[in-house]
């Protein structure tokens, strides 16, 4: 009977072992001798144990410098423009319309419009100005006959004809004389149209472009005086673009549109670079905001009404509740003798 016990211990006792040993291996590695740890290690190439299969190890942890990994790179909008190419403030301009009291002056009104008219209408629409605004209250005023004129001077694409063409017998588009009632018509019929004669530029509408544009009329008024200086050391032009400190990157694909005695007033102003600038820039702060004059005179109006207002009801205050501003109060006597207590 003992000795089908320890038949029956020695397989368990074996099995322990050999678990222990596997949770272990290090323990087994540190206490070898030197000689043993570096001799070659059954089974440490992958060759068969005694007694077990084959057994694959894994390679030894690299261990060296830790390497930082690269930084990302930046977004372009992270990215500051150089200080050499930052656009100069805008130059500081007085202007007439500007300030509570501020209105337009007629007469450089139509002067911007004669320059409108001749030389940036070559190029840039004003689509959101009416013919018939031209002779309207606080604006250049013209009279009714010369609106007329001017209209009739611009030519509007026509619908169908009768018998129901758009185009003539040279495959033209259909037009018509222009009517106070029409808009200013565009330069160019779309934007690829546009893009194609302009060497892939587009100009923008003018209709807002003062509104648009941070710094308002001073800003238009430098970038168009700001050109035909030379550009710093270090910077270059490419062709098809010309330098101009006032805008981003100081280069702009509009060639210089103004220069002195571009354009003959009929009223005999001096038509220097200074004065074409500072009449095309009004009007096209007009043609913001046409209804400047007159909202002015209409907030200048209530604002008396206001203040008389305010005058009217202190005295009826003053008036009504003089002497009686404390009755109902707890305290001696009742009515209008009501007073309070010390």
């Not at 949770?23 to 001799?39: K, M, V």
């Not at 830790?66 to 500081?92: D, G, N, Y």
């Not at 013919?131 to 001017?150: C, H, T, Y």
């Not at 018509?185 to 302009?198: H, K, W």
Request: net charge neutral; charged share 15%.
């Amino acid at each position: 009977m003992r000795q089908l016990q320890r038949l029956l211990l020695i397989p368990a006792l074996a099995t322990l072992c050999a678990s222990a040993s596997a949770q272990t291996p290090g323990a087994a590695q540190q206490a070898a001798p030197p000689s043993a740890a570096a001799a070659p290690q059954p089974g440490a190439t992958g060759g068969p144990l005694p007694g077990l299969g084959r057994v694959e190890t894994a390679p030894p942890a690299q261990t060296g410098p830790e390497t930082q990994s690269p930084s990302p790179a930046k977004l372009q909008s992270e990215i500051a423009p150089a200080p050499s190419t930052e656009a100069l403030p805008p130059k500081s301009v007085a202007w007439s319309f500007t300030g509570p009291f501020g209105i337009y002056d007629r007469a450089s009104l139509q002067r911007g419009f004669q320059i409108y008219k001749q030389v940036c209408s070559n190029c840039h629409s004003l689509s959101r100005i009416a013919f018939r605004n031209l002779g309207d209250p606080g604006g250049p005023q013209f009279s009714q006959d010369e609106v007329k004129a001017i209209a009739a001077s611009y030519k509007i694409p026509a619908g169908p004809n009768v018998q129901g063409q758009t185009v003539d017998a040279s495959g033209m588009p259909l037009t018509r004389a222009g009517t106070p009632a029409d808009y200013f018509p565009p330069p160019f019929p779309n934007e690829q149209a546009a893009r194609a004669a302009l060497n892939g530029a587009l100009p923008p509408d003018l209709s807002l472009i003062v509104k648009a544009r941070d710094g308002h009329m001073n800003y238009v008024y430098s970038i168009l005086t700001g050109f035909g200086q030379t550009p710093p050391a270090g910077e270059t032009v490419p062709n098809g673009l010309y330098y101009n400190p006032y805008f981003p990157r100081h280069q702009i694909a509009m060639p210089p549109p103004l220069t002195d005695g571009a354009v003959t007033f009929s009223d005999g102003t001096p038509n220097n670079l200074d004065q074409e600038a500072h009449d095309i820039v009004s009007f096209l702060a007009w043609a913001s905001e046409p209804t400047q004059d007159s909202r002015k005179q209409v907030g200048f109006v209530v604002m008396l009404y206001l203040i008389g207002l305010t005058v009217l009801l202190f005295f009826a205050y003053r008036r009504i509740w003089h002497g009686h501003h404390d009755a109902g109060a707890v305290g001696e006597g009742t009515g209008d003798k009501t007073r309070l207590s010390p």
